[in-house]
């Protein structure tokens, strides 16, 4: 059975930083191409970062150079750091392999002052 289970969300304020951390189980994860996703309640789920196994990323322009994707393929779990956070992050974070209809519970992020 897929599963993912996000954890790490929580209040910060503007110019702070997060870690979200993603634990994946029922994937062979050392060759999934695993992404983060977000959502703000009534828009659409929004793309990014995805890390491709043997390292590559990719960012969404709103988050390049603030948020870094990684991932521990010993223990099957996917990392977000997101540093310079500003309130436009608040969201629902979620983390997914590449395609699948699976998705976690998500962690919630919300940066105010």
């Known amino acids: 059975q897929v599963q993912f289970v996000e954890s790490g969300g929580g209040l910060v304020q503007p110019g702070g930083s997060l870690r979200l951390s993603c634990a994946a189980s029922g994937i062979s994860f050392d060759e999934a191409i695993m992404t983060w996703h977000r959502q703000v309640p009534g828009q659409a789920r929004e793309w990014v970062a995805t890390?491709?196994?043997?390292?590559?990323?990719f960012y969404d322009d709103s988050v390049k150079g603030r948020f870094t994707i990684s991932r521990n393929d010993a223990n099957g779990t996917l990392y977000l750091q997101m540093n310079s956070l500003k309130p436009e992050d608040k969201a629902m974070y979620y983390c997914q392999e590449g395609g699948s209809p699976t998705w976690g519970q998500g962690t919630q992020v919300t940066v105010s002052s």
């Open positions: 890390m491709f196994p043997g390292g590559a990323t």
